[in-house]
Structures are given as C-alpha cells and as structure tokens.
Nanobody, 125 residues
Framework: QVQLVESGGALAQPGGSLRLSCQAS????????VGWFRQAPGKEREWVAC?????????DYSDSVKGRFTISRDNDDNMAYLQANSLEPEDTGTYYC?????????????????WGQGTQVTVSS
C-alpha cells in the first residue's frame, strides 16, 4: 500500500523545537521530491519546505520558516524529516508531507500526488 505517515507533532512552547517525521511505504522515497506543507484553521494549505532528488537533495524554504526549519531525507530508511526550531505561535497548524514525481522541488500543491494524513503542531505558552 502506497502511503505517507507523519509523526512528531505536539504542543510546543514559543522558542521550542520539534522534529516531524514522514515515513513512506509501498514505494521508494528516493525517486521523489519531498515537500512539507501546513494548514492553520481557517486558512489554505501552504507550502513550507521541499527537498529535491537531484543535486544530492537541494532544499528550499518559504520565507516564513527560512533559517528556523530544516528539511532532510534518508532514502535508505524511506524517511523524510522537518526539524522546526525557534517555533512561533504562527507555526501552529496541521503539517503534511507529500511527494512529487518530479526530481526537482516545486511550491505548487498540484505537483504533489501522494499525501500523508497530517500531524498537529501547536505552539502556545
């Protein structure tokens, strides 16, 4: 069965850190670009970060998380990660990982064709 399963979401304090994980099964993650997206209540789903297949995995980030979040991948374990540091209340939302059959990154949701079910991140004191 082809699927992505996210984990690691939790309640965190402002300034804290979380590490989100994305486990792929039923396919080889190494052939896909991996993206992380998030959706806050009442808002549209937005792109957060992406890591390509080419170039050994080139990462790109939205301006809102650049310098605070780090995306990575472990193709041998079929895993992707999002390390989120210096968390802010505005980072609250459901975080989704997704894969695109293209080797390069994209910020467009439409290029990602396999999605996980999401993991909840809440940043609050």
């Amino acid at each position: 069965q082809v699927q992505l399963v996210e984990s690691g979401g939790a309640l965190a304090q402002p300034g804290g850190s979380l590490r989100l994980s994305c486990q792929a099964s039923g396919f080889s993650l190494g052939h896909y670009a991996v993206g992380w997206f998030r959706q806050a209540p009442g808002k549209e789903r937005e792109w957060v970060a992406c890591i390509s297949v080419t170039g050994g995995g080139i990462a790109d980030y939205s301006d809102s998380v650049k310098g605070r979040f780090t995306i990575s991948r472990d193709n041998d374990d079929n895993m992707a990660y999002l390390q989120a540091n210096s968390l802010e209340p505005e980072d609250t939302g459901t975080y989704y990982c997704a894969v695109s059959p293209y080797y390069y990154c994209s910020t467009s949701l439409q290029t990602f064709n396999i999605w996980g079910q999401g993991t909840q991140v809440t940043v609050s004191s």
